[in-house]
Each structure stands twice: as C-alpha cells, then as structure tokens.
C-alpha cells in the first residue's frame, strides 16, 4: 500500500451497527481510531462535498433490511479529519464542541496570497492538533494551484494515524473567492 486513499471508495471496511456492536461484545475495543457513520460523497474530485450517510443491505430472516454502514480504523481517521477541517470552529458549539472545525473558512474573500496561505496553514495545523487519532503530521502544505482561477489552492497534508505506520496523503481544495 503506497499510503494513498481512495476516499469515496471505502466500501472494503463498510459494517452495520448490529455487526459493531457484536464485535465490541465477543472481545475488547482496543482500536482508538473509532466507528463512525460511512460518509460518501457525490462529489468525488477532492472537494468532499454533497456528503450524505450510506447504508447497506442484508438478508434477516429472509427479509431484505436497510441499515447504516459505518467506517472504522483508517479511513474513519481520514474521515474525521476531512469533517473537522470542512467544518467552521464554533460550528458545532451548540452542541458542546466549540473547538471542533478550522477557521481558515474566515479566509473567503480575502486575496490569495503568501501571508493568506500561511493563515490557511496556521489555522488547520491549530484544528489538526485536536485530532487525536493524528500520531504525526509529516507535512502540511498550502500550494497555489496553476491556472486560470488564481484563488485556488490545494490543501496538502501527510499524516500518519495511531497505530498505523504507513503517512496517508489527503489533497483538499481550498478556494479563497468562494466556498467549494
């Protein structure tokens, strides 16, 4: 495994709760990367957009049932962090996480340049530093993206997770002039 991850396609580790719960019963939890609800986005170019709960279908009893799918280990981890950074800081204080989110979103509309970009960095590496399923962060790079639309750049981070001692590279794009 090169350390790369196929986002949107991580139907591999896919469960339901009924097949977690069973787990967690027969033996003790000792992964720290957590069981969370499968996002799956339709937009599938890196903005992680239009996400929405997946689910899966089983036979019991020789009825076909619905149920949630959920995502553990790894790409739970790689989830937790693309929901985290997509998030605005204070998004969710409402609901008791006031530190939840990044506030490099305060950034829209204001110009792409150097000192912009290293804001960009300072607040996800502020937002990076409450995910405790992060061991290390390799690296975290804010690159102009060449072309046409000179607000754009690409989020670039190498984080190796808990457990794991293979870095995972995520790609996210940020767009200065608009929300993506």
């Known amino acids: 495994m090169d350390g790369r991850h196929d986002y949107w396609n991580a139907q591999q580790n896919v469960k339901t709760p009924s097949e977690g719960m069973l787990n967690m019963a027969k033996e003790k939890r000792t992964d720290t990367l ?3 609800l499968l996002a799956t986005y ?8 239009d996400v929405d709960a997946d ?3 089983h036979m019991v009893d020789g009825s076909l049932i619905r149920d949630w799918a959920l995502n553990d280990g790894i ?11 997509k998030t605005v800081k204070g998004e969710l204080a409402d609901l008791g996480h006031p530190e939840y989110g990044s506030r490099h ?3 829209i509309g204001q110009p792409n340049t150097a000192n912009n970009r290293n804001l960009i960095k300072l607040y996800l590496l502020q937002a990076l530093a409450f995910e405790a399923r992060i061991e290390k962060i390799h690296r975290a790079g804010i690159d102009f ?3 046409r639309d000179r607000d754009k750049v690409n989020i670039n981070l190498t ?19 608009e929300p993506l």
């Open 42 to 49: 339709r937009i599938t170019d890196g903005r992680h957009e």
């Open 75 to 85: 790409n739970n981890a790689v989830q937790a962090v693309i929901h985290r950074i």
């Open 55 to 57: 689910s899966v279908s």
């Open 145 to 147: 993206v060449a072309g």
């Open 34 to 36: 957590g069981v969370d």
């Open 105 to 107: 979103h305060e950034l």
């Open 159 to 177: 984080l190796s997770f808990i457990g794991d001692p293979v870095p995972h590279d995520m790609v996210i794009p940020f767009n200065f002039s």
